[in-house]
């Protein structure tokens, strides 16, 4: 079978500092993958992404987790390996939410490895098995920042598409630049090798999913599984668990009025050096929270050749705003004041 990816580049994994190998325990897989897993691990072998080989210093455990397809996705725990690797500082694109009023935006998910890596470097030990790895696998901290460099490559001058790691959506105005800029999109991926998950990928549609939002003709939305699942997380018992909270909520950051005036007794709580002790105050602000994403909240795209108006506003220790134009909501902005400010 011909590999997936034939002129990969190559990626070097720079340790901080010279170390011996490392070698970490097996992880057993349920018995219920094991199936999948077999079948998993042959497909990836025929591709050319795995080698069996037991001659590796390098030893990391496997393991699989299922998706919503009923297949595996085959990975490796790297985090001792990710104690040693040192980041190259590529910046990954800030997900882009303004898309042109009149696009059909296909969803291109790419599976295949942009990359290929040293196999004695990403050993992988399952039960009765030894496996190296010869494409840059997932799970390594310094694939995120690889990958977006390569994608950022292989489709540089498409001022047309939107790249955030292996999801890709392609704007356009017109149904038929939208044919033409997708067959040379498709070609430029083609001709690198690259391959696109067929069950996963819309073309031509007039709705999409696209990084939790969905991406109509004229609005932009949230998802509304992720919202429901924002809605059913219980009152955080840490501070860690806190901040994963307050994180999930402002990726949407966008979407509501006043979240910051609204989350400001929750993100005080944050502070190091304040107690972590849920009170009333707390759990009051949470639930308002909760009650702010359940708001259905429509934003329309900006056009740059009309009007905006901007409505701003202090609310005590918050600032804020509002983008609108002819009527239409585009954003919402809101900013919690230092005590300085």
């Known amino acids: 079978m011909e590999k ?3 002129e990969a580049p190559t990626i070097r994994a720079v340790c901080k500092a010279q170390r ?44 699989n987790i299922s998706k919503k397809d009923n297949t595996v996705r085959f990975l490796t725990d790297f985090r001792r390996l990710n104690e040693l690797l040192q980041h190259l500082g590529a910046r990954l694109n800030a997900t882009d939410t303004n898309v042109h009023p009149d696009a059909r935006p296909p969803n291109g998910l790419l599976r295949a490895s942009a ?8 050993g ?3 039960p009765l098995r030894a496996l190296s790895l010869l494409q840059a696998p997932n799970g390594i901290s310094t694939a995120p920042d690889e990958f977006q ?32 800029h997708l067959r040379s999109a498709l070609q430029r991926l083609e001709d690198a090798g690259v391959v696109i998950h067929p069950t996963q990928s819309k073309c031509c549609a007039s709705e999409v999913e696209y ?9 932009l939305t949230p998802v509304l599984a992720k919202v429901t699942a924002i809605r059913q997380i219980k009152p955080p018992k840490t501070r860690k668990q806190l901040r994963r909270f307050i ?40 639930r308002a929270v909760k009650a702010m994403i359940a708001k259905t909240v429509v934003l329309a795209y900006s056009d740059f050749t009309k009007r905006f108006n901007v409505h701003t506003d202090l609310f005590g220790y918050q600032i804020g705003g509002v983008i609108a134009q002819g009527g239409k909501l585009i954003a919402f902005w809101s900013w919690k004041c230092t005590d300085a400010q």
């Open 211 to 219: 990084l939790g939002f969905k991406i109509s003709e004229q609005r």
């Open 20 to 63: 011996a190998a490392v070698q970490v325990p097996t992880i057993p897989n349920p018995t219920r993958v094991l199936a999948s897993d077999k079948t998993e691990v042959e497909r990836l072998a025929d591709l050319g992404v795995l080698e069996h080989d037991r001659d590796s210093p390098w030893a990391f455990p496997e393991l």
């Open 115 to 122: 990359c290929t890596a040293q196999p004695q470097v990403h």
């Open 247 to 286: 994180g999930i909520v402002n990726f949407y950051r966008e979407m509501w009025e006043r979240r910051a005036h609204i989350m400001a007794p929750l993100t005080h709580f944050c502070l190091p050096k304040q107690p972590y002790k849920w009170t009333a105050t707390e759990d009051a602000a949470f």
């Open 124 to 126: 992988n030990r399952a």
């Open 149 to 180: 460099d390569v994608t950022d490559q292989l489709l540089v001058n498409l001022s047309y598409m939107r790249v955030y790691l292996d999801d890709i959506l392609v704007v356009l105005a017109t149904f038929v630049d939208d044919i033409a």
């Open 4 to 6: 997936w990816y034939p």
